[in-house]
Nanobody, 124 residues
Framework: QVQLVEFGGGLVQAGGSLRLSCVAS????????MGWFRQAPGKERDFVAV????????YYVDSVKGRFTISRDNAVNTVTLQMNNLKPEDTAVYYC?????????????????WGQGIQVTVSS
């Protein structure tokens, strides 16, 4: 059974940084694409950043390009989202997810395993 656990959320002032980590259980982490999604109050869950099985491909939503970086370490079953220059509009619950394939896919339907979510709040 796959379990995903997120760490690193919290409250930060605008312009600050946070680093989210997601640790996955299971032996085949390295075979799958991973993603970070977020859901703001009253809004639908949307993709933020995704990464392919070996880190060779990454995609970002336009609003975070140049500020967020997704990376992975397959040796320790971890995917990380480094978030810099945070803005109040980044406030949301952030979810880690594992895709059903090795690719970096941006659609939620491609992800079959989800973490419990972690709150990120950016104050102005």
């Amino acid at each position: 059974q796959v379990q995903l656990v997120e760490f690193g959320g919290g409250l930060v002032q605008a312009g600050g940084s946070l680093r989210l980590s997601c640790v996955a259980s299971g032996r085949v982490f390295s075979s799958y694409g991973m993603g970070w999604f977020r859901q703001a109050p009253g809004k639908e869950r949307d993709f933020v950043a995704v990464i392919s099985w070996n880190g060779g491909m990454t995609y970002y939503v336009d609003s975070v390009k140049g500020r967020f970086t997704i990376s992975r370490d397959n040796a320790v079953n971890t995917v990380t989202l480094q978030m810099n220059n945070l803005k109040p509009e980044d406030t949301a619950v952030y979810y880690c997810a594992r895709a059903s394939t090795f690719q970096a896919l941006t659609v939620m339907s491609a992800y079959e395993h989800w973490g419990q979510g972690i709150q990120v709040t950016v104050s102005s």
